[in-house]
């Protein structure tokens, strides 16, 4: 139907998970990068597939209601947000109808609430942690530090982020002028050879502390006491590390973190809980929007201080611990030993003894901990899964755990709602589902789902009833503060 370089006219109707744009000629599937839902454009076909097609927007013609001038100065060539076309409550309203639509269509839910989204304030600014791939390798005069563009390893040169906190920029600067000064090779992705392979850089939001980490493909690097001595004329920097990878991958950190100067860690606060943060340690990005969706999982837990509550894919313990002063017993339970230590090393840092950790996989620990001890049979298990959610497995643990109430953080909507329908054929009503938008500028978004044990039918007509009522007055109180405001 297409041949490559042939140009087409379409509208936008929807956007896949990664930013494209999605349209249809006669039938047939277009995928349009720099498009948004909504956009009538002029897109220039760049690949041919048997059943779709890869277009790139040349022209906009008919502009989408909520379209905006990026503020960023190479947003469309960067890989990273890419809803920087859209304002903000363009966003917020593309993201509610996301998650509206995989709770009704791939769940099966017609009825269920979906809250409003919980936005932010200031949308720009938010991230505590910057990845930058290094280039510049095969005789270029300088190094390269930036983003990769969508879909490609290519680097797109840049000097700061928008969506970071102001002083990120001052150690960019510092690590191209040390990887000039000390000869220090980037790394070359199609060789393998080079040594500097990537800049992170995590910040504390409570506390101010940075952190900076080369990750590296050797175990050293050469005088890096000129990095050091520029970081240290940073604000919040307190300590250089290296983080050692030597496989040819697309993963960016290896597993070892070798400590340069000051401190590896950094500290950062959820409320009043403090967690010790490691390059390698999960933790939220946004510390703001973490705050709202920890305390909504809080609230969804119901917990009076008499509960025993099992946290799967606890990672280093930031929900675990963050419940912790709620609950008479909290269980983590995670595959990643090193997050286990750190889980560990937190609660003993917050002096919460009803806080325990177990490493291995949830589908295996939960019932061995169980037979040993009816007394951790849970009254609420909160889930986290990542991107692809919960493996069938561990459903079926949770639904074998029977809990009074299960809440359910996702980063993926769409896996969200396919464990939700299992959970609900397993007898749980799914009460609500609330979206937090913890990813302001990307196509990304969390959800945090409230179901609960049903004892009869009776019981899930009267309680469903009511959350109906709770979710058309909520709804109804947003939509008359909207109106007010613009």
């Given at each position: 139907m297409f041949?490559?370089?042939?140009?087409?006219?379409?509208?936008?109707?929807?956007?896949?998970?990664?930013?494209?744009?999605?349209?249809?000629?006669?039938?047939?599937?277009?995928?349009?990068?720099?498009?948004?839902?909504?956009?009538?454009?002029?897109?220039?076909?760049?690949k041919v597939k048997k059943t779709y097609a890869i277009a790139k927007a040349e022209e906009i013609l008919t502009p989408a209601a909520g379209r905006v001038e990026p503020k960023c100065p190479v947003a469309g060539s960067c890989g990273g947000c890419q809803l920087s076309y859209l304002s903000y409550e363009a966003q917020l309203q593309m993201k509610q109808k996301k998650v509206e639509d995989c709770v009704r269509r791939i769940g099966g839910f017609p009825d269920v609430p979906v809250l409003p989204i919980l936005g932010m304030d200031n949308p720009y600014g938010y991230?505590?942690?910057?990845?930058?791939?290094?280039?510049?390798?095969?005789?270029?005069?300088?190094?390269?530090?930036?983003?990769y563009a969508g879909h490609s390893h290519r680097i797109v040169p840049t000097k700061s982020c928008l969506m970071l906190w102001n002083g990120h920029e001052k150690i960019l600067a510092a690590v191209v002028d040390y990887l000039m000064k000390s000869g220090a090779k980037p790394y070359d992705e199609e060789t393998g050879k080079g040594l500097v392979r990537h800049v992170l850089m995590r910040r504390?939001?409570?506390?101010?502390?940075?952190?900076?980490?080369?990750?590296?493909?050797?175990?050293?690097?050469?005088?890096?006491?000129?990095?050091?001595?520029?970081?240290?004329?940073?604000?919040?920097?307190?300590?250089?590390?290296?983080?050692?990878?030597?496989?040819?991958?697309?993963?960016?950190?290896?597993?070892?973190?070798l400590p340069l100067f000051g401190s590896v860690t950094i500290t950062d606060y959820i409320g009043d809980v403090s967690f010790v943060i490691s390059p390698t340690s999960f933790y939220q990005v946004n510390p703001v929007q973490m705050k709202v969706l920890y305390d909504t999982a809080l609230s969804y837990a119901g917990l009076t201080g008499n509960e025993v509550v099992w946290d799967l894919y606890c990672g280093i313990g930031t929900i675990s611990l963050f419940l912790a002063k709620h609950a008479k017993r909290v269980?983590?339970?995670?595959?990643?030993?090193d997050a286990i230590i750190d889980a560990k090393a937190n609660a003993m840092r917050n002096r919460l003894t009803n806080a325990e950790f177990h490493c291995g996989a949830a589908e295996e620990?939960?019932?061995?901990?169980?037979?040993?001890?009816?007394?951790?049979?849970?009254?609420?298990?909160?889930?986290?899964?990542?991107?692809?959610?919960?493996?069938?497995?561990?459903?079926?643990?949770?639904?074998?755990?029977?809990?009074?109430?299960?809440?359910?953080?996702?980063?993926?909507?769409?896996?969200?709602?396919?464990?939700?329908?299992?959970?609900?054929?397993?007898?749980?009503?799914?009460?609500?589902?609330?979206?937090?938008d913890q990813?302001?500028?990307?196509?990304?978004?969390?959800?945090?789902?409230?179901?609960?044990?049903?004892?009869?039918?009776?019981?899930?007509?009267?309680?469903?009833?009511?959350?109906?009522?709770?979710?058309?007055?909520?709804?109804?109180?947003?939509?008359?503060?909207?109106?007010?405001?613009?």
């Open positions: 041949v490559k370089n042939q140009l087409t006219e379409l509208t936008i109707e929807d956007i896949t998970d990664t930013g494209e744009g999605i349209g249809h000629v006669d039938g047939f599937t277009v995928f349009v990068s720099r498009a948004v839902p909504g956009d009538t454009v002029r897109a220039r076909i760049i991230r505590n942690k910057g990845q930058f791939p290094v280039g510049g390798a095969n005789g270029a005069i300088l190094p390269v530090l930036g983003f504390g939001a409570a506390t101010g502390e940075v952190s900076v980490c080369l990750v590296v493909n050797g175990r050293s690097v050469p005088k890096p006491e000129i990095l050091w001595e520029s970081l240290q004329q940073i604000d919040g920097v307190v300590g250089l590390c290296l983080n050692v990878n030597t496989e040819k991958t697309n993963v960016i950190l290896g597993r070892e973190t269980i983590g339970v995670e595959i990643v030993e620990v939960v019932p061995r901990l169980i037979a040993e001890d009816e007394t951790v049979k849970p009254d609420v298990v909160v889930v986290d899964p990542p991107r692809k959610g919960c493996e069938k497995s561990l459903l079926e643990t949770i639904l074998s755990m029977e809990p009074a109430r299960i809440v359910y953080v996702s980063c993926d909507p769409a896996t969200l709602a396919r464990d939700l329908r299992i959970l609900a054929d397993g007898g749980y009503r799914v009460d609500r589902v609330q979206p937090v990813f302001p500028g990307s196509v990304h978004v969390e959800v945090v789902s409230l179901l609960q044990k049903m004892s009869n039918t009776w019981e899930r007509t009267i309680t469903l009833d009511v959350e109906m009522e709770d979710y058309h007055r909520i709804k109804n109180r947003t939509e008359v503060t909207a109106d007010a405001t613009e």
